[in-house]
Nanobody, 123 residues
Framework: QVQLVESGGGSVQAGGSLKLSCAAS????????MGWYRQAPGKERELVST???????SYADSVKGRFTISQDNAKNTVYLQINSLKTEDTAVYYC?????????????????WGQGTQVTVSS
């Protein structure tokens, strides 16, 4: 069974940095894309960044220039480097993946999710 396990969250002061990791374990036939979402208290979950299997990345406008997504294909791991943290970055960060465990067909939506890791930024 595929699992996504996040790590790297914590409490930091504004201006600081964190690096989140998300490792996918289990049998994966094809990894189609991975991404990071976040959900702040009282707000809806929002897409932060994505990376496709070929390395193409995308970012929400609110994090461009501060967040960097990357991946290690050999380790089935995606990272999110977060710099210049702001208090408004405080949220639970979730890793998501579009994975196929049987065929070359890629799902249209994220079909696996991690448990989330808390990032708290203080002023």
């Amino acid at each position: 069974q595929v699992q996504l396990v996040e790590s790297g969250g914590g409490s930091v002061q504004a201006g600081g940095s964190l690096k989140l990791s998300c490792a996918a374990s289990g049998y994966i036939f094809r990894r189609c894309g991975m991404g990071w979402y976040r959900q702040a208290p009282g707000k809806e979950r929002e897409l932060v960044s994505t990376i496709s299997s070929d390395g193409t990345t995308s970012y929400a406008d609110s994090v461009k220039g501060r967040f960097t997504i990357s991946q290690d294909n050999a380790k089935n791991t995606v990272y999110l480097q977060i710099n210049s943290l702001k208090t408004e970055d405080t949220a639970v960060y979730y890793c998501a993946a579009r994975l196929s465990v049987r065929t070359f067909h890629c799902p249209n939506d994220y079909n696996y999710w991690g448990q989330g890791t808390q990032v708290t930024v203080s002023s």
